[in-house]
């Protein structure tokens, strides 16, 4: 079975701190999908990035970054200079390579930058 | 005009009436889903389909019941709304690959009294 953890429920930081939301997954299948979503307050689903298996490479896009380690089964997400504006609920998601490739998605962490 | 669209946006209904949600998308994808979300649970996946003849059950399929009325259209049904079903409801659509994310609505909050 497929599993994703957002460990941390809420996370309140001050403007152009630097945050890391974490996420961990489970998965038996050894090709998978790890996408990072943002909803914010008003509550539609931005797709920020995907992530194959294969390919541990980090991503950078301007004050984004993630860090995927299979190792500990973990694919971080660290904003730079954190803005009012990244203030939103983040959610991890996995979908596993085989079967039906449902999308599973963790708790999602609430982050709120304050000025 | 959205790919996704979800209607209505807001709805409040009493306990057991029986409610239709209908999402309908312009992005020629096969498969449709629909999730809800609950504050501290994430998304969970109700039902989704693969095509108009393939209908499947999430993890939280009771309840519930959906219909696959066109490539474009998925629509959800609370059989006989309950107080718990209160939530954010989400349809969204995927092309099929392993790697493609999924594309949502703007989804539907619905409010059982």
């Known amino acids: 079975a497929q599993k994703v953890t957002q460990a941390q429920t809420e996370i309140s930081v001050v403007e152009k701190e630097d945050v890391t939301l974490d996420c961990v997954y489970e998965t038996r299948d050894t090709t998978y999908y790890l996408f990072w979503y943002k909803q914010p307050p008003s509550g539609e689903l931005v797709f920020l990035i995907r992530r194959n298996s294969f390919d541990e490479q980090n991503e950078i896009s301007g004050r984004y970054s993630w860090n995927f380690q299979k190792s500990t089964s973990s694919f971080n997400f660290t904003i730079t200079a954190s803005q009012v504006v990244d203030s939103a609920v983040y959610f991890c998601?996995?979908?596993?390579?085989?079967?039906?490739?449902?999308?599973?998605f963790g708790q999602g962490t609430r982050l709120t930058i304050n000025p | 005009d959205a790919d996704v669209t979800q209607t209505p946006r807001n709805r409040i209904t009493k306990t057991g009436k029986r409610i239709m949600l209908e999402c309908s998308q312009t992005k020629g994808h096969d498969r449709m889903y629909w999730y809800r979300q609950d504050p501290g649970l994430g998304l969970r996946l109700i039902y989704y389909s693969f095509d108009v003849k393939d209908i499947n059950k999430g993890e939280i399929s009771d309840g519930y019941s959906v219909s696959r009325q066109a490539q474009a259209k998925f629509s959800l049904s609370l059989e006989s709304a309950i107080p718990n079903q209160t939530a954010l409801y989400f349809c969204?659509?995927?092309?099929?690959?392993?790697?493609?994310?999924?594309?949502f609505g703007n989804g539907t909050r619905l409010t059982v009294t």
């Open positions: 969204a659509t995927s092309d099929g690959q392993g790697n493609s994310p999924l594309h």
């Open positions: 998601a996995l979908r596993g390579g085989q079967g039906a490739q449902k999308l599973v």
